[in-house]
């Protein structure tokens, strides 16, 4: 069942960076620019933790995560703060 949680978290995320990013190429909205950025971060973080909980379970991958996920969201709140037309 995780396995699948897993996966499925990761696929949405990834998804959710196609769209975000297909929308930016057709409107040029700079905030849809830095949330596909942060959503594909997302989307690399949940592929890291199916990696690290299924296919390799000695590896410990716990400081990549969290990193991953911490740049995302920075990525994502320099957009919405610092990046103002």
Known sequence: MATGVYLLCALTSALCAGLLMR????????LLLWSSISFFGFACSNALAFTDFVVLPNVEMWQIRP???????????????????
């Open 67 to 85: 990193a991953l996920t911490t740049l995302s969201i920075a990525a994502l709140l320099y957009g919405l703060v610092w990046d103002v037309d």
């Open 23 to 30: 929308e930016y190429r057709r409107s040029r909205a700079r």
